[in-house]
T-cell receptor, first 115, second 108 residues
Framework: SQTIHQWPATLVQPVGSPLSLECTVE??????LYWYRQAAGRGLQLLFY??????ISSEVPQNLSASRPQDRQFILSSKKLLLSDSGFYLC??????????????FGSGTQLSVL | QKEVEQNSGPLSVPEGAIASLNCTYS??????FFWYRQYSGKSPELIMF????GDKEDGRFTAQLNKASQYVSLLIRDSQPSDSATYLC????????FGQGTELSVKP
C-alpha cells in the first residue's frame, strides 16, 4: 500500500531563517506531488505541484520554492521566512495530476510558526 | 476566479441526527467533486467523491451533486460524536479548489 511521510510535525522558526520541509511517498511510482498551505480557519491553498522529477509548477508567487530531486521526494524551501509564512503545510500525492485532479492523499502535515 | 463556498459553521447536531453540509462552486466546467474530513490538527482525509448528477451513498455518507445549480452536499446519517470535524469540499477546475470548510459538532 502507499504511504506518505512528511516531517517535521512542528517547527518554530525566527523571521529571516531558512526553511526545508521534506515529503516522501512509498509504494507507488511517478506520483503527482503537491504542497498546500492552510492558514488558521482557512481552506487549502495550493502552493506547488509536480508531475515528475525536476518539474515544478508554482501556483502562488511567494518567497517559497519547491524541488523534486527524486521521483518520490518533494521538498519545500525558503531562504528567508516571513511572518506570513506561518501555517499548516501539507504534502499530498495523487495518481493523476492536473488538469484532472483525482483523489489526493495527504501527509500528516507540518505546523510552522514563524516568530 | 474559481471559488468553492461553504458555510463555516459551526454546525451542531445531536447524536443520531442527520448532518447536512453544503457547498457551491463557481466553475461550471468542474467535473469532479470531493469531500474531505479534517480532525483538528490533523491532515484532510478523503471520504467521498462524486462525478455524476444525483446521489452517491457509502455507508452513513451520501454525496449529492446538482451541476445545474452548481451545488454539492454531504449528508451524514446517524451522526456520531466521532464525526465531529471540519469537512472540506473541493471541486476540480484545472486544479482542486477547496472551500474553507464547515465545522461539524455532534453532541452526545
Amino acid at each position: 500500500s502507499q504511504t506518505i511521510h512528511q516531517w517535521p510535525a512542528t517547527l518554530v522558526q525566527p523571521v529571516g531563517s531558512p526553511l526545508s520541509l521534506e515529503c516522501t511517498v512509498e509504494g507507488t511510482s511517478n506520483p503527482n506531488l503537491y504542497w498546500y498551505r492552510q492558514a488558521a480557519g482557512r481552506g487549502l491553498q495550493l502552493l506547488f505541484y509536480s508531475v515528475g522529477i525536476g518539474q515544478i509548477s508554482s501556483e502562488v508567487p511567494q518567497n517559497l520554492s519547491a524541488s523534486r530531486p527524486q521521483d518520490r521526494q518533494f521538498i519545500l524551501s525558503s531562504k528567508k521566512l516571513l511572518l506570513s509564512d506561518s501555517g499548516f503545510y501539507l504534502c499530498a500525492w495523487s495518481r493523476e495530476g492536473p488538469p484532472t485532479n483525482e483523489k489526493l492523499f495527504f501527509g500528516s502535515g507540518t505546523q510552522l510558526s514563524v516568530l | 476566479q474559481k471559488e468553492v463556498e461553504q458555510n463555516s459553521g459551526p454546525l451542531s447536531v445531536p447524536e443520531g441526527a442527520i448532518a447536512s453540509l453544503n457547498c457551491t462552486y463557481s466553475d461550471r466546467g468542474s467535473q469532479s467533486f470531493f469531500w474531505y474530513r479534517q480532525y483538528s490538527g490533523k491532515s484532510p482525509e478523503l471520504i467521498m467523491f462524486i462525478y455524476s448528477n444525483g446521489d452517491k451513498e457509502d455507508g452513513r455518507f451520501t454525496a449529492q451533486l446538482n451541476k445545474a445549480s452548481q451545488y454539492v452536499s454531504l449528508l451524514i446519517r446517524d451522526s456520531q460524536p466521532s464525526d465531529s470535524a471540519t469537512y472540506l469540499c473541493a471541486a476540480e477546475g484545472g486544479k482542486l479548489i477547496f472551500g474553507q470548510g464547515t465545522e461539524l459538532s455532534v453532541k452526545p
